[in-house]
């Protein structure tokens, strides 16, 4: 089992630009949670996702979207980049929505916003 | 508003010796506490956990106690190893509407332990 594994590993882009980020779910779980850590912070969450659906939203704007595939993998857009966007983004994957205990993060991907 | 904080960004502490890594909140909804380990280029993995109708639960060289008067939590680590040095993360939840829950995390606690 590969556990949950997150593309790219790093990616650069300028203000201004679109990105999109991908997850795969550990092999059983159906609930996909984005959170994003800034440089020094803790992750904040952004949004969950089950049965494709967006559940649960944190405290962020809309230009921070994203997507669940009917095989649980997930995307997160984010639009009209801005250089407060560079961060850790991390998914963590749950079998259902309130196992929090049984979440698992993946690596993350490291997005620099020049 | 910061409703997790850790306020000790570091602690360093001799190998062998007790860590105590501690975590206040603000939240009185929280009812479900837990712990992350992350170490460089991986992601947070879980440690340990608590429910607000515990003060104290054990696994292993881990503790945790949760004192709801004081809305403060501690992780115990005894005896500490080099293997321990990381960035821990307390992390609190409640339960939403749908049986959802989303963690709140703090900002972390970076633990050396020395050989």
């Known amino acids: 089992d590969a556990g949950v594994t997150q593309s790219p590993t790093h990616l650069i882009k300028t203000r201004g630009q679109q990105v999109t980020l991908r997850c795969s779910p550990k092999?059983?779980?159906?609930?996909v949670s984005w959170y994003q850590q800034a440089l020094g912070q803790g992750p904040q969450f952004i949004f969950q996702?089950?049965?494709?659906?967006?559940?649960q939203r944190g405290n962020f704007p809309d230009r921070f979207s994203g997507h669940q595939f009917p095989n649980y993998s997930s995307e997160l857009n984010v639009n009209a980049l801005l250089l407060g966007d560079s961060a850790l983004y991390l998914c963590?994957?749950?079998?259902?929505?309130?196992?929090?205990?049984?979440?698992?993060f993946g690596p993350g991907t490291r997005l620099t916003v020049l | 508003d910061q409703q997790v904080k850790q306020n000790s960004p570091s602690l360093s502490v001799q190998e062998g010796r007790i860590s105590i890594l501690n975590c206040d909140y603000t939240?009185?909804?929280?009812?479900?506490f837990l712990w992350y380990k992350k170490y460089p280029a991986e992601g947070p993995t879980f440690l340990i956990s608590?429910?607000?109708?515990?003060d104290k639960n054990e696994d292993g060289r881990f503790t945790v106690f949760l004192n709801k008067s004081a809305k403060h939590l501690s992780l115990h680590i005894v005896p500490s190893q080099p293997g321990d040095s990381a960035v821990y993360f307390c992390?609190?939840?409640?339960?939403?509407?749908?049986?959802?829950?989303?963690?709140?995390f703090g900002s972390g606690t970076q633990l050396t332990v020395l050989p």
């Open positions: 608590i429910s607000s109708i515990k």
């Open positions: 963590a994957s749950s079998p259902g929505t309130g196992i929090v205990n049984e979440q698992f």
């Open positions: 092999s059983g779980h159906d609930t």
């Open positions: 996702y089950y049965e494709e659906e967006e559940r």
């Open positions: 939240n009185s909804m929280f009812d479900y």
């Open positions: 992390a609190a939840t409640v339960l939403l509407r749908g049986s959802a829950r989303q963690l709140t």
